[in-house]
């Protein structure tokens, strides 16, 4: 079964930047969007950033002007380029996708294990 690999959190001061990087294990038939969710304890899972398959992108209001997502389709990556990263911006990262594995199953959600991003003021 295909999972999503994610890698690039870590820790940075306030006004750093990090850049978060997910990949599909192995060759699918195809993905229609990937995107990126964070959660912090005691608060619901959010949609930070998504890339869809026509090109489409689309934010939350607060990384607006400082995040962007970008997609590499022949390596089935999607990027988070985070920048001006504030304290309010820690959480734990969870890369998504839907995706087909195979030309003759569904299509289906993928997470990956998730990845933690700090940001010490």
């Known amino acids: 079964q295909v999972r999503l690999v994610e890698s690039g959190g870590g820790s940075v001061q306030a006004g750093g930047s990090l850049r978060l990087s997910c990949s599909a294990s192995?060759?699918?038939?195809?993905?229609?969007?990937m995107a990126w969710h964070r959660q912090t304890p005691g608060k619901q899972r959010e949609l930070v950033a998504l890339?869809?398959?026509?090109?489409?992108?689309e934010y939350t209001d607060s990384v607006k002007g400082r995040f962007t997502i970008s997609r590499d389709y022949a390596r089935n990556t999607v990027y988070l380029q985070m920048n001006s990263l504030t304290p309010e911006d820690t959480a734990v990262y969870y890369c998504?996708?839907?995706?087909?594995?195979?030309?003759?199953?569904?299509?289906?959600?993928?997470w990956g294990q998730g990845i933690q991003v700090t940001v010490s003021s």
């Open positions: 192995k060759t699918v038939f195809s993905i229609n969007t």
């Open positions: 890339f869809r398959d026509n090109g489409s992108t």
């Open positions: 998504y996708s839907d995706l087909w594995e195979t030309d003759y199953g569904g299509k289906h959600d993928y």
